[in-house]
């Protein structure tokens, strides 16, 4: 595979697939600005080497062509800051202004077209599509990490077209940290798996169990074990279709002599909202009528002393609705207890989506050794799929 670090860009256009899939408020200001920000390193060594840079991404999920809120017009202003140079936009990725734009760019010059997803051809992975993409630079740079998973048309397919395929820096890093983890890091070694339901996480915890030391499960997912163990969950979260599942992970962590370690305590609501009245019982003793919603102080405890021996961390989910300020405890706790032990010398991974989120917005996200850009692509590498966008480089 090609690193950024080992080819020069002078006097070539670089067509960048990046990944600036980053949410917008009402009135379409930048809310999160972590993958616009993972980005500029490498459009900096492109400029640096004397290339020109065409940036190529989707924003949202467009569904009937371009729409006002998908346009990634709304990070020109971001990006030509970030990046000191006045950042030029294509109004369509493949129209015949755009292609004359990108002809005419000159070393130095940036170039972002427009959302890719307003072309329905770019998810199905249309090759006519892509080869018209393809016709913007003389060299590839896959960058876009977060949707390496997807066998799109700028993220795979356009890889056929060029011969200079480049792996970009967050690629690279993402890659690398995740190695860290899945290639034996430094005992012992902690995996904290939180989120709704254990049918997404089925197969990252399954090859956790050959990895890890502690696998620490919270958030939804618990109580389809607690149930399993014959534990009252209430109107919890529950897989009831999963139970045997989680019982043969509990006999798989046991055989392999890793340290499973569940929720002891419980925040209970009486119903799914912030101000519902709240207690808090004991694990598996969760009345009829109400729900769990967040680790409660003792299991707090717990997670946080075992994180806080750990030498090696990944941590992929929130421990509760933590969009909820009164359920949010938990995950805000986990979030200090990763960044404690980062301070005190351990490796931490942190798995994209909901945990990036709570990390950056605890101002966190310097504390902690990586947090990926991508949750669902980062799941997958860890299941051991084999991603398209990284073949595509390897290829």
Known sequence: MKTIDSYNFGGKRALVRVDFNVPLSKSNEIEDDTRLKAAIPTIKKILADGGSVILMSHLGRPKNGPEEKSSLKHVVAYLSNALGVEVQFATDCIGDESFAQSAALKA????????????????????????????????????????????????????????????????????????????????????????????????????????????????????????????????????????????????????KGVNLIFPVDTVIADDFNNNANTQIVPKGQIPAEWEGLDIGPESIKLFSEVILKSKTILWNGPMGVFEMPNFAKGTIAIANAVKDATEHGAFSLIGGGDSASAINNLGFGNDVSYVSTGGGALLEYMEGKVLPGVAALEA
């Open 108 to 255: 130095g010059e940036v170039l972002l077209l427009e959302n890719l997803r307003f072309y329905p051809e770019e998810e199905k992975g249309n090759e006519e599509f892509a080869a018209k993409l393809a016709k913007h630079g003389d060299v590839w740079v896959n960058d876009a990490f977060g949707t390496a998973h997807r066998a799109h048309a700028s993220t795979a397919v356009i890889a056929k077209f060029f011969t200079d395929k480049i792996c970009g820096l967050v690629m690279q890093a993402e890659l690398d940290n995740a190695k860290k983890v899945l290639e034996g890091g430094e005992k012992p070694v902690t995996a904290v798996m939180g989120g709704a339901k254990i049918s997404d996480k089925i197969l990252v915890v399954e090859q956790l169990l050959d990895k890890v030391d502690n696998l620490i499960i919270g958030g939804g997912m618990s109580y389809t074990f607690v149930k399993a163990d014959g534990g009252e969950v209430g109107k919890s979260l529950c897989e009831k279709d999963k139970l045997d599942l989680a019982r043969e992970i509990v006999e798989k962590a046991k055989a």
